[in-house]
């Protein structure tokens, strides 16, 4: 299976930068247009800035394969995976029609926000420019995570716009396989399935081997979470998720994901995470020498610190911000999320005492950390940029401006002494995440005629 996958990858071009989302729209709109026989561009839906959302579609199948780009607008190596998948199934009639498949993409689910980053998608990949350029909205702004959860204890109704969107194409299609393009930021690939498939693990893991990426033994988003096999976790429930994250009292940050959205039609969904940048030390199975109970805890004791240092600045010029913007939002929610973190390490670290953690696990956390006051700092430091070219000057701001611009110098510096930020090669992360799609539809269709 993997010779096989390997063997359609092999024509995949270098790649040199990111594409920007009108970029990528273009490059469908055309790819419809040369191949009318095979590729249908429709209207999805509209964003919340009032952009039409459109899904290309491929192949007259009775199966559906729906391709998810953007979910997040920080996360942009999808978006050349949706260009040279959609290229690659159009090109290839095994595997569309012969297959029995039709597969769909939505080129970028959250198009507006993407739009906000695309100043570091040329590059250079550095830490600095890309937290520079940096944004990631509140949960609630994000359609992944704005799905409908009808439970009495993590109840969450307010779809977005784009997130309806994506559910009416789901309850449309009833795919059987729904894959969800994500990148994190440092260190290895790791994946997310909704649902325990027979060799899935396996295959995944051999595609990440094949195309030179390491996986990622240390949880990042995945805390706690159940496994398939190292670097595979299986998505916990919505209700799960919504109670892990909720406030004091009570109330959800977030909704559902597409994933869970999407179980009702019995679709397996596939998030794969691809990395930003190399560190070996994210696929270092070895003892750290140190008890993970302690490591947690002090990564957690760090995540309240920075949250304390940055919420400080952010409370002292709130009342003087005059910008509408969704990064203000972010801000607020990004502190708030760094003491979720840190209450769910207190948490895990008394459900791992008396084990070490391995070298993976401890870079895993010292990672969130420097992710996550990185982001943060980053917005405040976007948004007084703003407020500042409105004019608006009182000394106030000026002085947090510098306060805020310090913090980012600071733990800029500290991440690039701390961790390798060596950006893998575009062409390797889009092959890795072309292959898991490709070799998981192929289990996918094992497994059925297995059970037929």
């Known amino acids: 299976m993997i010779g096989l996958v390997a063997d359609r990858l092999s024509g995949l071009p270098d790649m040199d930068r990111i594409c920007t989302v009108d970029e990528l729209e273009a490059a469908l709109a055309t790819l419809a247009d040369d191949h009318p026989e095979v590729c249908r561009l429709r209207r999805m839906g509209t964003s919340r800035l009032g952009d039409p959302l459109r899904m290309l579609s491929v192949g007259h199948g009775p199966r559906h394969a729906l391709i998810v780009g953007g979910p997040h607008p920080n996360e942009p190596l999808g978006l050349l995976t949706v260009l040279h998948l959609a290229r690659l199934v159009t090109e290839d009639p095994a595997l569309r029609d012969e297959a029995g498949y039709s597969w769909h993409f939505v080129p970028c689910l959250d198009p507006d926000a993407t739009r906000m980053n695309e100043d570091w998608f040329g590059g250079p990949y550095t830490i600095r420019h890309y937290h520079r350029n940096f944004f990631r909205p509140a949960l ?81 988003d995945t805390l706690g979470w159940p496994t398939a096999a190292p670097a595979v976790y299986l998505m916990p429930s919505a209700r799960e998720l919504a109670a892990a994250t909720a406030r004091p009292d009570g109330s959800a940050r977030l909704g559902g994901s597409s994933s869970h959205y999407a179980e009702r039609h019995g679709t397996t969904t596939l998030v794969t995470e691809v990395p930003l940048w190399r560190d070996p030390r994210a696929a270092d199975p070895s003892a750290s020498g140190r008890a993970y109970a302690d490591v947690l805890r002090e990564n957690a004791a760090q995540l309240e610190a920075d949250a304390r240092a940055l919420g400080a600045v952010y409370q002292r010029v709130s009342p003087r911000l005059t910008i509408s913007s969704p990064m203000r939002p972010a801000i607020a929610d990004t502190l708030e999320h760094s003491s979720s973190l840190a209450s769910a390490y207190d948490k895990m670290a008394g459900a791992v005492a008396g084990r070490e953690a391995t070298v993976a696990e401890s870079f895993a956390a010292h990672c969130v950390v420097h992710m996550v006051r990185l982001r943060c700092a980053g917005l405040l430091h976007r948004q007084l940029g703003v407020e500042q070219a409105a004019g608006n000057r009182p000394s106030v701001l000026r002085a947090a401006t510098e306060d805020a611009s310090g913090l980012l110098d600071r733990w800029c510096a500290d991440a690039e002494h701390a961790l390798r930020a060596d950006p893998f090669p575009l062409r390797d992360v889009v092959a890795v995440q072309i292959g898991a799609a490709l070799a998981t539809v192929r289990r996918l269709d094992d497994v059925a005629g297995a059970g037929r």
């Open 140 to 220: 609630t702004d994000q359609p992944e995570w704005t799905f409908p959860v009808l439970d009495e204890q993590a109840y969450f109704d307010r779809m977005l716009p784009e997130t309806q969107a994506l559910a009416r194409v789901i309850d449309e299609l009833r795919p059987v396989f729904q894959y969800s393009l994500h990148n994190a930021d440092f260190g290895g690939v790791f994946f997310i399935l909704s649902q325990d498939v027979p060799g899935v693990a396996d295959d995944l893991a051999e595609v990440a081997r094949a195309g030179n990426v390491p996986l990622s033994l240390g949880p990042i």
